[in-house]
Every structure is written in structure tokens, then in C-alpha cells.
């Protein structure tokens, strides 16, 4: 079926590092994509989203790039901080009709060091 | 700012026996999720409500059953209970007509023994 993936599932960066972590999608026709962030042992948060109409979104410290062409996005973290220590998870909803209930990709484990 | 409110937020069976969970979503939310989160996994998405009709339908066992009521608290009916039903089981809302971004709650651990 239809799925939303990471490359990796782990990744250990050094505090003040700039973290990228990146997500592959299968399904052409997702046209909306979400960044969460789940700290250990709560619930997922919502960080940034993209719409497929866009290439690329900038928060705070945050940058989403979406490539349609090869279905790829990443989540870019500058001067990456301990408190970024988490399982990020990309996700898509499938459409509207489906109330958007999300569909997670496999999580990355960000791991920061002093 | 209210969040999600789930209760309990711990929850220890025994196989077969039923489990009931609660969600409170954030208030003026007419919509409610349900996922389930397995160690080390990614959350995966049971069931949806939506102004306390069933709006989506996910990888739900039959053994689970879940309503809205009309204050837009949801409850999770889980029953004969199995040793891989151990999860984080968590609740998000979000409002129709607005962001499709969902705010979840904190979680329940149930773990079966």
C-alpha cells in the first residue's frame, strides 16, 4: 500500500549542529505533508506542515523542503539544541475524505550531544 | 491553553479481559482520533469521529469498538484483550473547517499481562 518512509532511524548530531532528517513518500498524489515531534513518552507534536503546492516552508529554527519530483522531504533543524532530542515522524493525510486521520511514516530517532 | 485530556493515563489487564479509554478533546474540537502506538513503532491510526458519527475507519480490530458522545468525548472499548493489544494508545482532535493540524494527547499505557 501506500506509505510514507524514512531513510534512517537514528541520527546523532552535536549540539549547535544543523540536523536534517529526511522522508520518502510513495503515493503521488499526497498533497499535504506534516513533521511531528514525539518526545519520550508523550504524544506526537505538531512541528511544521507543507502544502505540495509549496517547495519550502521556514519556521522557527525549522525548514521543510518537499521535492515532488523524486516524492522527498526533509525537516532541517538549525543549531540544533539537547531539547531536540526526539523521535521525529513524517506524515501524510491521504485526502479530506478521509478526515485526515494521519498516515506515519517510520519515526527517526534525533539523538543531540553537548 | 487546554489540551487533550485522556484518561488513564495508565492502564495494566490481564488477556481477555476489556479495557475502556477516555479522550476529552480540546474544547470547541468536533473531531476525534485514535491511534495506537507500539514499542518502538509508529502511531497507527484506528478509528476517526466526527460530530459523533464514525468518520474513518483504520487498522481497528473487531474486538475494539469506539463512540463520540454528544460533549465530543470519545471512549475506546477494547475487549478479550491480548497480549499484543500492549500499546500507547493516544487521542487527538482537531476542529472541521479549520487547520488539519490534530493535537494529541499525552497517551494511555495499557499493557496486558
Known amino acids: 500500500g501506500e506509505s510514507v518512509g524514512l531513510h534512517l532511524p537514528t541520527l546523532s548530531v552535536q549540539e549547535g549542529d544543523n540536523s536534517i532528517i529526511n522522508c520518502a513518500y510513495s503515493?503521488?498524489?499526497?498533497?499535504?505533508f506534516i513533521w511531528y515531534k514525539q518526545e519520550s513518552g508523550k504524544g506526537p507534536q505538531f512541528i511544521i506542515d507543507i502544502r505540495s503546492n509549496m517547495d519550502k516552508r521556514q519556521g522557527q529554527r525549522v525548514t521543510v523542503l518537499l521535492n515532488k519530483t523524486v516524492k522527498h522531504l526533509s525537516l532541517q533543524i538549525a543549531a540544533t539544541q539537547p531539547g531536540d532530542s526526539a523521535v521525529y515522524f513524517c506524515a501524510d493525510p491521504p485526502n479530506s475524505n478521509s478526515g485526515y486521520a494521519l498516515n506515519f511514516g517510520k519515526g527517526t530517532s534525533l539523538l543531540v550531544t553537548p | 491553553a487546554a489540551g487533550v485530556i485522556q484518561s488513564p493515563r495508565h492502564l495494566i489487564k490481564e488477556k481477555r479481559e476489556t479495557a475502556t479509554l477516555k479522550c476529552y478533546p480540546i474544547?470547541?474540537?468536533?473531531?476525534v482520533y485514535w491511534y495506537q502506538q507500539g514499542p518502538g513503532q509508529d502511531p497507527q491510526f484506528l478509528i476517526s469521529?466526527?460530530?459523533?458519527?464514525?468518520?474513518d475507519k483504520g487498522s481497528i480490530p473487531d474486538r475494539f469498538s469506539a463512540q463520540q458522545f454528544s460533549d465530543y468525548h470519545s471512549e475506546l472499548n477494547m475487549s478479550s484483550l491480548e497480549l499484543g493489544d500492549s500499546a500507547l494508545y493516544f487521542c487527538a482532535s482537531r476542529t472541521t473547517g479549520g487547520k488539519e493540524e490534530q493535537y494529541f494527547g499525552p497517551g494511555t499505557r495499557l499493557t496486558v499481562t
Open positions: 474544547p470547541r474540537h468536533d473531531t
Open positions: 503515493n503521488s498524489a499526497s498533497d499535504y
Open positions: 469521529f466526527y460530530e459523533k458519527m464514525q468518520s
